[in-house]
């Protein structure tokens, strides 16, 4: 598998993406550009469709917890042109991105012995992740941490640094996942963040500012607040991409 990012190149039904593409631009159809992208560019590695066609077909409306295909083979991406060798996943679902996530990984050059940690607090469906990651062919290099995330980054051993953190558990704590990685100093030289669903599907950019007096922030406040917190970071370099649903890119300076 070394050397690039390969999978089966296949037509994708319109049908079995309906469920799968919510988090693009929040249309229950996908667009003609989007659909372009992926029938013509996206490389679905068949075991790693499977895991989204069978959740899909479990609970449809479940299942949009998973990021998207092109999402996947973009963090894939990601991580085989970084160089990752040791990478967190907060939030794993049933092991959709982690695979994809374990793909880039082994499809990279990397010196290092390739590593995936993803964790799932819900123990049933960690061990169905579990079983996926199994069925999938990566359960040599990866493997789920049934622990809340929080759990999980302060008992991490700091010795281990990682290359990459993808951020996509209990959406309401993102800023103290991300504080934690780096108060703690968890990520590698150049490491990187990537956070996910950071404009929830375009409610964030639009959230009124909490008003003094309100003690409770909608999630989409708490969003904004964590946005904005990265934002003036000086230990990190930013970029938010207004891609998939949100993505925000975040690398230590
Ligand atoms: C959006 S889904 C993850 C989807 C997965 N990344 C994918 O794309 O295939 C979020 C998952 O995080 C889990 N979760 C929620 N809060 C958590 C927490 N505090 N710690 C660990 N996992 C959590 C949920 O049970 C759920 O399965």
Same mark, same amino acid.
């Given at each position: 598998?070394?050397?690039?990012?390969?999978?089966?190149?296949? *037509?994708?039904?319109?049908?079995s993406?309906?469920h799968?593409?919510?988090?693009?631009?929040?249309?229950? +159809?996908?667009?003609?550009?989007?659909?372009?992208?992926?029938? &013509?560019? @996206?490389?679905?590695?068949?075991?790693?469709?499977?895991?989204?066609?069978? %959740?899909v077909?479990?609970?449809?409306? +479940?299942?949009?917890?998973?990021?998207?295909?092109?999402?996947?083979?973009?963090l894939? &991406?990601?991580?085989c #042109?970084?160089?990752?060798?040791?990478?967190?996943? @907060?939030?794993?679902?049933?092991?959709?991105? %982690?695979?994809?996530?374990?793909?880039?990984?082994l499809? *990279?050059?990397? *010196?290092?012995?390739?590593?995936?940690?993803?964790?799932e607090?819900?123990?049933?469906?960690?061990?169905?992740?579990?079983?996926?990651?199994?069925?999938?062919?990566?359960?040599?290099?990866?493997?789920?941490?049934?622990?809340?995330?929080?759990?999980? @980054? +302060?008992?991490?051993?700091?010795?281990?640094?990682?290359?990459?953190?993808?951020?996509?558990?209990?959406k309401?704590?993102?800023?103290?996942?991300?504080?934690?990685?780096?108060?703690?100093?968890?990520?590698?030289?150049?490491?990187?963040?990537?956070?996910?669903?950071?404009? =929830? &599907?375009?409610?964030? &950019?639009? %959230?009124?500012?909490a008003?003094?007096?309100?003690?409770? =922030?909608?999630?989409?406040?708490?969003i904004?607040?964590?946005?904005?917190?990265?934002? +003036?970071?000086?230990? #990190?370099?930013q970029?938010?991409?207004?891609?998939?649903?949100?993505?925000?890119?975040?690398?230590?300076?």
């Amino acid at each position: 598998m070394n050397g690039c990012i390969r999978g089966s190149r296949r *037509q994708i039904s319109t049908s079995s993406l309906r469920h799968t593409l919510w988090s693009f631009m929040d249309t229950p +159809e996908p667009s003609s550009v989007y659909r372009y992208a992926q029938d &013509h560019l @996206l490389d679905e590695p068949p075991q790693i469709a499977q895991i989204r066609q069978s %959740a899909v077909s479990q609970n449809p409306s +479940e299942a949009q917890k998973m990021i998207s295909p092109l999402q996947g083979a973009f963090l894939a &991406h990601l991580v085989c #042109t970084q160089g990752a060798a040791r990478v967190l996943e @907060l939030g794993c679902y049933k092991g959709y991105s %982690a695979c994809w996530l374990a793909h880039g990984l082994l499809s *990279q050059r990397s *010196q290092g012995s390739p590593c995936l940690w993803t964790c799932e607090r819900d123990r049933e469906i960690a061990q169905v992740a579990q079983q996926n990651i199994k069925d999938a062919g990566y359960s040599s290099i990866a493997q789920v941490v049934p622990k809340a995330a929080q759990d999980v @980054l +302060e008992s991490w051993d700091s010795a281990i640094k990682l290359d990459m953190v993808f951020i996509d558990a209990n959406k309401a704590a993102y800023k103290s996942y991300y504080d934690t990685i780096l108060d703690r100093s968890l990520l590698s030289e150049g490491g990187q963040i990537i956070v996910d669903n950071v404009l =929830l &599907h375009g409610r964030v &950019h639009t %959230a009124p500012d909490a008003s003094a007096e309100s003690k409770k =922030l909608t999630l989409a406040q708490k969003i904004n607040d964590f946005n904005r917190h990265v934002a +003036e970071d000086s230990r #990190t370099t930013q970029t938010l991409l207004p891609i998939f649903d949100g993505l925000l890119l975040v690398r230590k300076k």
